[in-house]
């Protein structure tokens, strides 16, 4: 039995020879909303010849920012801005952060399909995600218990939509919480009495967004052009965030995705160009 | 000569065994320890955010505020001071981005210069506030009242009844409802896949013919292949929509979707270890019972099954530690709301869950990446004790082989 | 006479009820097994060709193959059976044949235990914490291969244990009568005896390690890398960490769902080969040794 093991160990050693490691790529993490176009962006990217190639993973904006404090990411990607513990850890660290908007993303509420309500305001959006309006009916729809879905906590999505539609109050407590926004839509598009927000991009025919007003009066549709006018309110940016340090590094790649050809990806994936 | 070298080559591979246990051993405690070192950092921490300070004006008689008050206080559920020990009057809520509400930015200074000052000015000036600012803009001069940072007790901890760690002001870190929720969804779990699984080890071990058994056991061999994603989405593209279909539900992630995924992915384990248990009682001792007249299922349940209990046990125990421990399937179709469990049919948060979608986001040594250890030291307490009676049930039916 | 007969025919029927009841349950097991395979065969068949396996991921990862999460992930299985499976057998034998039953013993099998009960979330952490930063290997294949294989350790030593428990003493001391040592009888007698079932914990852990995500999460996986891992101390894509994120992060859900089945059916095959694999050396050993 012994011989077995040894014979293995030896027969796997070249496969392990240890060679130079992977050190020269750019290395970007963070946000599961930018993972996909980043991705794209960077598969054309590294079609380019000469240079630096692009590595991408996700996990989350705050995945993102922490490995950008601990230094094992290049660029982190992020659906929100720094929180201001975060600043200060940069600090600590002596990092100096410098921040690049990418793109910027519309957050659409949807619904399922079949429910007859199309237009909410935001204050009932907030009474609706902190649990103080239940029922459907209160806002024009059928009498049915409204499921709240949300992201978890490390989403950015989750962070935007908390501080900017909620007024920083806090979810109800039987609201449903989905690791990522496939889940999200998978989950409304089959419960009839679903509400929840992911970003324009990942609307599909499957659910239904809805129209949304802040003053009470003009409801605004999610839509690209609404979103690139400024009508829809609930807009953000999309972060790169990187030490500048590594800008001389970095520049190309960050340069190729706010040029023409960059921003062209970004529409066609279904976020807003920065211009 | 030979001899002494034999013996020296005994000695030697006797040590490499020792070592390989030594290092599994010295792992296993590594791993306990760093659970429990950096879970028990939760309890020296306020749970309010490093660097924050919350503070009222100097007329106001209330001295402290609880986690949980200070939560309800800021999503705008308690709304007069009466209602937690202090004057009549309605709560103000201050966060220092509202400072542009007061002055401009010019007054305010373009590093900040006069923030300290401007902040000082404005709690002292409204009676009622409540200011959430960061420890930094507070100096000597300032003109209202810090109230002081409470620890998080560990009777907050297990009994609290709500989880929400990245709330400002005040993480609500209520782990009650994520234990009750991982205790229930593991609990049916086992009671499904434990029966199951034995039955269907039993069968392959003694009833069907080999031609069968042959063909189950690489069948059963690789439901444990598939991975835990694809139990997720399976899960949450079949299960979730049929029990909501079956039982009329408004939705349908449930306890009972978390229970089901959880207890397919347990059998592999389960069958798969008891039936090589049972498949190795000595012939003979099942001849003896059969030649004194035991039908062959009382052979099974009277000579097999405790020959094999310690096996049995071992399929248990494992089998329920990756019922208990299984984090992207749950993840996916038991809704992940952190509310106590009533019922098979709603919606609950299991600890794994919670670790796994939050461990991204808590900044390293904060107070939210500890909390989500001192969870991982609970559900290896609870793992201990269901070990523990597992071995001590199958202790009691051995029958001594040595 | 008639007493006799209906104790009989009472025992009889109750045997039959078990029995069916076993049938009936084995039956179920099969059918949800079947129900998961067609269901990943069903969604994922239409992408699966050579391009598929071979190729790179191209246009977002709606079309090309998965050729480097299938290099990733084959790396990682054998990295961590590589550290698990030896240390893992070599434990298992020490704990049965050499060590005293103290409280020692006692206590080191409760805490192995309790390792198969640690959430996978928490092995990536833990891993993290000490092969990515503390021993600086960085997020690579070795760091994820040492997570996942602490991760099914305790599945192959209880397996081995278990193995090793059921061979009757008289085996043993059958050998030590003929003049043998410890060493050699374990060589030579108990453990080619016990191997079938230690392959069961081998098979075990390959099918657990081929499809965890957790534990690869922050140790070694990334989600596109621009080319092949060309050492130990690359990062790597791996099928079920790509599974997870085509489907529930692609914008465009509809065209990356179909690559996420293809993945997952893939991941699927490849477990069932390494079984047969496994099998037929299960076979292989059972022939060579008598059991009862």
């Known amino acids: 039995m012994k011989a077995v093991n040894i014979r293995l160990l030896l027969t796997a050693l070249p496969l392990f020879a240890a060679a130079a490691a992977l050190g020269n790529t750019i290395k970007v993490k963070g946000s599961d909303t930018t993972l996909p176009l980043t991705q794209m962006v960077a598969e054309a990217f590294n079609k380019q010849k000469g240079v630096t190639p692009v590595a991408v993973t996700g996990g989350g904006s705050g995945v993102g920012i922490s490995a950008l404090v601990e230094g094992t990411t290049d660029i982190a990607m992020s659906s929100r801005p720094l929180k201001f513990h975060e600043k200060v850890k940069f600090q600590a660290n002596k990092l100096v952060v410098k921040e690049v908007v990418i793109a910027k993303d519309a957050l659409s509420v949807i619904v399922h399909p079949s429910n007859k309500v199309g237009k909410l305001t935001r204050q009932q959006l907030e009474d609706i995600f902190t649990g103080k309006i239940t029922n459907w009916k209160e806002v024009g729809g059928a009498d049915a218990r409204i499921i709240v879905y949300t992201r978890e906590t490390s989403s950015g999505t989750y962070e935007f939509f908390k501080e900017h539609v909620m007024n920083k109050k806090n979810f109800a407590r039987t609201a449903l919480s989905m690791s990522a926004t496939g889940s999200i839509i998978q989950s409304i598009s089959q419960t009839k009495g679903a509400i929840g927000y992911v970003g324009l991009a990942y609307v599909n025919k499957h659910v239904k967004p809805l129209a949304v007003s802040y003053d009470s009066k003009n409801y605004v549709e999610p839509t690209l052009s609404n979103a690139q006018s400024g009508k829809y309110p609930i807009t953000r940016p999309l972060f790169y965030f990187f030490d500048t340090k590594n800008e001389a590094k970095l520049k190309p790649f960050i340069s190729y995705i706010l040029s023409a050809k960059g921003q062209a990806i970004v529409k066609k994936d279904g976020y807003i160009p920065v211009k | 000569m030979k001899n002494t070298f034999k013996r020296f080559i005994e000695r030697f591979v006797e040590g490499i065994l020792f070592l390989s246990g030594t290092i599994t051993t010295i792992t296993v405690l590594l791993i306990v320890v760093f659970l429990f070192r950096e879970g028990s950092g939760l309890f020296n921490n306020s749970t309010m955010e490093k660097g924050f300070v919350l503070a009222i004006n100097k007329s106001n008689p209330v001295s402290k505020l609880s986690s949980y008050e200070i939560k309800e206080i800021f999503d705008g559920k308690i709304t007069s001071w009466k209602q937690v020990g202090g004057k009549d009057q309605p709560i103000q809520l201050f966060h220092v981005e509202d400072i542009t509400n007061y002055y401009t930015e010019e007054q305010i200074g373009a590093n900040f210069e006069n923030l300290p000052k401007l902040l000082s000015n404005v709690v002292d000036s409204i009676p009622n506030i409540v200011a959430f600012v960061p420890e930094m803009y507070v100096d000597k001069s300032f003109k209202g009242r810090v109230l002081p940072e409470k620890k998080l007790t560990l009777k907050e901890f297990f009994f609290g009844r709500e989880w929400f760690p990245t709330s400002q002001p005040a993480a609500q870190f209520g782990a009650f409802s994520l234990i009750t929720g991982t205790l229930w969804v593991s609990l049916w779990a086992i009671l499904i896949s434990l029966p199951l699984g034995l039955s269907v080890a039993i069968y392959m071990a003694e009833i069907a013919n080999p031609k069968v058994r042959n063909f189950l056991k690489p069948v059963i061999e690789l439901l444990a292949g598939i991975p835990s994603v694809v139990y997720g989405f399976f899960g949450l593209i079949v299960i979730v929509p049929t029990i909501q279909r079956l039982f009329d539900l408004p939705v349908g992630e449930t306890a009972l979707a978390g229970s089901l995924i959880l207890a397919i992915m347990a059998l592999p384990t389960i069958i798969t270890i008891s039936e090589d248990a049972i498949r190795t009682t000595p012939r003979a001792m099942k001849e003896a019972s059969l030649a004194l007249g035991a039908t062959h299922w009382q052979t099974i349940y009277k000579v097999v099954l405790p020959y094999s209990s310690s096996g049995i046990a071992a399929a248990a125990i494992l089998g329920i530690g990756r019922a208990i421990g299984e984090t992207m399937a749950v993840l996916m179709v038991t809704g992940n709301a952190a509310i106590i469990p009533s019922s098979l049919l709603e919606p609950v948060r299991t600890i794994p869950a919670t670790i796994a979608a939050e461990m991204g986001e808590a900044p390293q040594g904060g107070v939210h990446f500890e909390a989500l250890f001192a969870l991982g030291a609970i559900l290896f307490i609870m793992t201990l004790i269901i070990n523990i009676v597992v071995d001590f049930i199958s202790n009691k039916k051995k029958i001594s082989k040595r | ?292």
């Open chain 3, 1 to 292: 006479m008639k007493d006799k007969n209906t104790t009989y025919n009472s025992k009889r029927t109750s045997q039959s009820v078990a029995f069916w009841i076993f049938r009936f349950f084995s039956m179920l097991v099969v059918a949800i097994l079947f129900l998961i395979l067609s269901f990943i065969i069903y969604k994922g068949i239409g992408v699966i060709n050579w391009d598929f396996i071979t190729k790179m991921p191209e246009n977002g990862m709606t079309e090309g193959g998965i050729l480097p999460a299938i290099i990733g992930t084959l790396c990682l299985v054998g990295g961590s059976i590589l550290f698990a499976f030896p240390i893992g057998v070599l434990s298992g034998i020490y704990v049965n044949e050499y060590a005293k039953n103290g409280w020692f013993i006692r206590f080191v099998r409760m805490m192995t235990n309790n390792l198969a009960g640690i959430p996978s979330i928490v092995f990536g952490r833990f891993g993290m914490a000490l092969f990515v930063n503390y021993f600086k290997f960085g997020t690579s294949i070795i760091a994820g291969s040492l997570t996942l294989g602490l991760m099914v350790l305790p599945i192959v030593i209880r397996t081995t244990e278990e193995a090793l428990k059921s061979i009757d003493d008289s085996f043993r001391h059958g050998s030590y009568a003929l003049g043998a040592s410890k060493l050699e009888t374990i060589r030579r007698v108990t453990l080619p005896m016990a191997f079938p079932n230690i392959v069961t914990g081998l098979v075990l852990s390959i099918g657990r390690v081929s499809g965890e995500t957790a534990p690869i999460l922050f140790t070694a996986a990334a989600y596109f890398l621009p080319k092949l891992p060309s050492s130990i101390t690359d990062p790597v894509m791996a099928l079920p960490y790509h599974l997870y994120v085509l489907s529930t992060s692609g914008t465009d859900l509809e065209a990356s769902r179909s690559m996420a089945y293809g993945t997952a059916l893939v991941l699927v095959v490849m477990v069932l080969f390494v079984n047969l694999l496994a099998n037929a050396l299960r076979k292989f050993f059972s022939k060579k040794v008598k059991m009862n």
